[in-house]
């Protein structure tokens, strides 16, 4: 009975991976069926593409920054809603809503807010008086702190609920032997709650990690290929553009490869610098 | 759990502060999507901007029926999504209790294919993906936007309801063969009510992983009277006037049926985050 999700999984998740790699050493247009054989031609066109290039670089800073701000933002939430206050339970709720919703949905919110002649985000920064002209947010100077601030603010409920619940095992007696040992709030996170939700921390980076660093659609959907989109043109949609608006589809492969090797190489040096002996 | 947090206290005064930027930073956003879907166009535009509609109208509302095919993306939407629950449940379902019930050869392996499935993000597959869609000829069909879907939905799938297989004793089939009933009498009667929540729970992951989908969407659909509702309002920007009003209605009537569903599943998610049922 397990049969037919074997075969699914293989023929619809795996074999396009395999036939992936495949494609990467050939010419091939997207739409129609003729194909060159070319080796590592792709490949080797890539390495000395300086838009390649870029697009590593802003890949890079978008999943970096992300990552860093969801985690701090994330800890932080974790550490509030774990508190006894009322209205708990409703905020903990609403807190996960950025995450649930359709990423269409999440962008199309923000580009409103952040319109630079009606968007609500200018008006009330002009308003009390931080900025004195309209900000361009999705201009070029502005896009890529847009994208990060939407991104953190989409994917940081991820982060709060593995974070919560990791917090809420957590056996109060540790906090009462800290206080009574004098520690602080700082120093009762740092030598207790810290080593407690180490673990869980452990995944949740690995996992936002490989999921901000192929995000697509947040990323794409910002400028829909318009724009400022050079300014925000991470690995994946790069890969996008290849195969999509270029019709390299054997381009479009080697860009989806070695976006594939570098995870799994990043995989490899995260888990051997930061797993000890314990299991996940 | 009675309220402990005393809010004239500063740390409580603190805590509060700090849940109340949260929920407004969470929750403003989705506000204001109402808001402006409820304004009439020239409100949406008044400088300062109005909180709540002055005038409550639901004209955005009939411009969206009448001036875009948004019923028909929304219907797609509606059958896509709900194919992919019936499939990915009943081959999910049939899998999951054969990988807890049955001993059989590889079953060990099947496990680790579906934790290899977390490498895999949507970006990496839909490039090979939609070559081989094209060359059986299914590019522009429901069907292929099904299988896409159900190919991503089953790993995460299979984890969960093998949790919830396992968690139903074995002595309750034991007892029902021994009163003389068949085993597919003793799966329908016993096994698979008691397995109800968790069937029902997985189902609504799978659909909010469907309903929320942009990228395949995006690429194997090219008919305009075929697409689904992300890809559908995305496209409403290519207008050379952005009419806010009609967007923002739009995004709310996609953003309810997730929100609703959202509310059954509480209790699962960390369950179903945590076996990557949102994967983003």
Not at chain 1, 66 to 90: P, S, W, Y
Request: positive net charge; glycine residues 6%.
């Amino acid at each position: 009975m397990i049969a037919p999700s074997v075969l699914l999984i293989c023929s619809l998740l795996v074999y396009p991976v395999v036939y992936g790699i495949w494609l990467s050493l050939f010419k091939k247009h997207s739409f129609f069926p003729d194909q060159r054989f070319v080796g590592l031609a792709n490949y080797a066109y890539l390495m000395k593409n300086s838009d390649f290039w870029m697009s590593v670089w802003y890949g890079t800073v978008y999943s970096v920054s992300t990552i860093f701000f969801q985690i701090v933002i994330g800890i932080i939430a974790a550490l509030i809603v774990n508190e006894a206050f009322k209205g708990r339970n409703f905020v903990r709720g609403v807190i996960l809503f950025p995450y649930v919703i359709p990423t269409v949905v999440a962008i199309i919110l923000w580009k409103w807010l952040l319109n630079n002649q009606f968007g609500l985000v200018n008006y009330l920064l002009l308003a009390v008086g931080i900025i004195d002209d309209p900000i361009s947010w999705m201009g070029m100077d502005h896009i890529m702190t847009s994208l990060i601030l939407i991104s953190v603010w989409e994917f940081f409920p991820f982060v709060v609920l593995s974070v919560l619940a990791r917090m809420q095992t957590i056996p109060p007696v540790l906090y009462k032997a800290a206080k009574v040992d004098g520690a602080g709030a700082f120093r009762r996170f740092i030598h207790v709650t810290l080593p407690q939700i180490r673990n869980v921390l452990f995944v949740v980076i690995l996992l936002r990690s490989i999921w901000m660093f192929t995000k697509f659609d947040t990323v794409w959907l910002l400028t829909q290929g318009g724009g400022a989109e050079k300014y925000i043109r991470t690995l994946p949609v790069y890969a996008y553009m290849r195969t999509f608006m270029y019709y390299q589809a054997g381009m479009g492969s080697a860009l989806a490869v070695i976006m594939f090797i570098i995870l799994v190489a990043a995989t490899t040096i995260y888990f051997k610098m930061f797993r000890r002996e314990e299991e996940i | 759990m009675t309220p402990k947090i005393n809010f004239f206290s500063m740390r409580g005064q603190f805590i509060y502060g700090c849940a109340a930027i949260l929920a407004v930073a969470t929750a403003f956003p989705f506000f204001w999507m109402v808001s402006t879907s409820f304004k009439p166009l020239q409100e949406i535009f008044v400088f300062p901007p109005h909180f709540f509609p002055a005038e409550f109208t639901l004209k955005n509302f009939e411009r969206l029926f009448e001036q875009t095919r948004f019923l028909t993306y929304f219907k797609n939407s509606v059958f896509v999504s709900f194919t992919t629950v019936m499939l990915t449940m009943t081959i999910g379902s049939a899998g999951a209790y054969s990988l807890t019930r049955f001993k059989f050869y590889g079953r060990e392996k099947v496990a680790s294919l579906i934790l290899f499935s977390y490498m895999f993000a949507p970006i990496m597959i839909v490039i090979p993906f939609y070559v081989l869609i094209k060359k059986i000829g299914l590019a522009n069909t429901h069907t292929a936007l099904i299988m896409a879907y159900t190919a991503f939905c089953l790993p995460f799938s299979l984890w969960l309801l093998r949790t919830f297989f396992q968690s139903i004793p074995l002595a309750l089939e034991k007892a029902a063969l021994i009163d003389g009933a068949s085993r597919l009498e003793a799966v329908v009667y016993v096994v698979l009510p008691l397995a109800l929540p968790g069937i029902i729970a997985t189902g609504i992951f799978t659909f909010i992983l469907a309903w929320n989908d942009y990228i395949f969407v995006r690429i194997l659909i090219t008919s305009d009277e075929l697409k689904t509702l992300s890809v559908g309002i995305a496209d409403l920007y290519n207008a050379t006037v952005i009419d806010w009003g009609m967007i923002m209605s739009g995004s709310m009537l996609i953003t309810v049926p997730v929100l609703v569903f959202f509310v059954f599943i509480q209790r699962y998610l960390i369950a179903g985050w945590g076996a990557g049922a949102m994967k983003g």
